[in-house]
């Protein structure tokens, strides 16, 4: 009997839950509970983390979880290594639905860098305006460099205050629009991007209206992930799933 635990927060993941809804399979949706009113899901939703990954293990157990889909964030690396010892340690099969990273075109300004404490050092030096979309939880570290004013995109209105001298919030969930980001860039002189290398469509936007507008853009690289079979399209898993389920796995 297969059951699915599928580790969301993603706009692939939400189209995984809608096939797996569709075929009948059983399936639990896994938010971290980062955001304070996340996408409603048309299966069983469970919100928070389970405390490390032994306690993923202990809920696979419990919860008689048969496949494990990880379908979080290129950057939600912590969860991601979680997964992959939990599913080792419990011998069930794991696999990753991640979008293929973003390319550089002809004409692009990217300066790419590993983590964001480099995107702060890559920096232009005189003052300007920088969009950071990058979500709330790294904002402080921008504090190193002062002398800009920053574009915050947050998904939830912060509640402590931010650690910026000068800043502008702007609250938005995506997926967002190319034309959107273009006025958005626009309207507050925006010079440099920053921006994670998150793939797919839901954060696209900004690096096409950055390549309209000919800003230059900070691209922060995506952490290494654990060896796990990864597949690009929701069809590939649903093959995954019911081939792996006719082996008997
Ligand atoms: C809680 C679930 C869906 C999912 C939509 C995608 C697209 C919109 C683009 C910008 C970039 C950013 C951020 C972003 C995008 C999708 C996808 C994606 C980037 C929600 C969601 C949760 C989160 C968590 C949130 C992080 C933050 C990152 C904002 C829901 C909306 C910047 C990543 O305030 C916080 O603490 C936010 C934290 C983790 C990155 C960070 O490090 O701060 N996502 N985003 C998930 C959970 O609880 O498990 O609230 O509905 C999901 C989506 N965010 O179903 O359509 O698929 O990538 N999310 C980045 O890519 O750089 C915004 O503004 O251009
Ligand atoms: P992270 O750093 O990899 O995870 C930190 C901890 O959060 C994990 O150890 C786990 O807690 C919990 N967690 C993460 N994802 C979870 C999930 N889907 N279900 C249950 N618990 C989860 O993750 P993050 O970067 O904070 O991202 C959190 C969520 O936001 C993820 O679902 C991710 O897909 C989504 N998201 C992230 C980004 C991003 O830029 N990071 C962008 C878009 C969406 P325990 O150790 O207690 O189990």
């Not at 309207?187 to 797919?200: C, D, P, S």
């Amino acid at each position: 009997m297969m059951r699915v635990l599928l580790l969301g927060g993603t706009t692939e993941a939400s189209q995984l839950a809608q096939a797996l809804h569709s075929a009948r399979i059983e399936t639990i949706f896994s938010y971290a509970g980062r955001t304070n009113a996340p996408v409603s899901q048309p299966v069983t939703v469970r919100v928070g983390g389970f405390g490390g990954a032994d306690g993923l293990a202990t809920y696979l157990k419990n919860e008689g979880i048969s496949h494990v889909v990880d379908a979080t964030h290129p950057f939600a690396n912590t969860m991601g290594q979680n997964a992959y010892q939990a599913c080792r340690k419990s011998g069930l099969p794991l696999m990753r639905l991640a979008r293929p990273a973003w390319r550089a075109q002809a004409g692009d300004h990217w300066t790419h860098v590993p983590d964001i404490a480099n995107a702060c050092v890559a920096l232009p030096k005189p003052a300007t305006r920088i969009f950071l979309a990058i979500g709330r939880m790294h904002v402080d570290q921008f504090a190193a460099r002062p002398e800009h004013h920053y574009l915050l995109r947050l998904v939830d209105a912060p509640e402590e205050p931010i650690a910026l001298p000068d800043y502008h919030v702007t609250l938005a969930r995506g997926p967002f629009d190319v034309s959107g980001d273009v006025a958005l860039m626009q309207e507050h002189r925006i010079t440099h991007v920053v921006a994670k290398n998150a793939g797919g469509s839901g954060a696209a936007a900004k690096i096409e209206a950055a390549r309209a507008l000919g800003l230059r853009i900070i691209m922060i690289d995506r952490p290494l992930r654990p060896d796990v079979a990864e597949y690009a399209n929701i069809g590939a898993v649903l093959a995954w799933l019911t081939h792996s389920t006719e082996r008997g796995v």
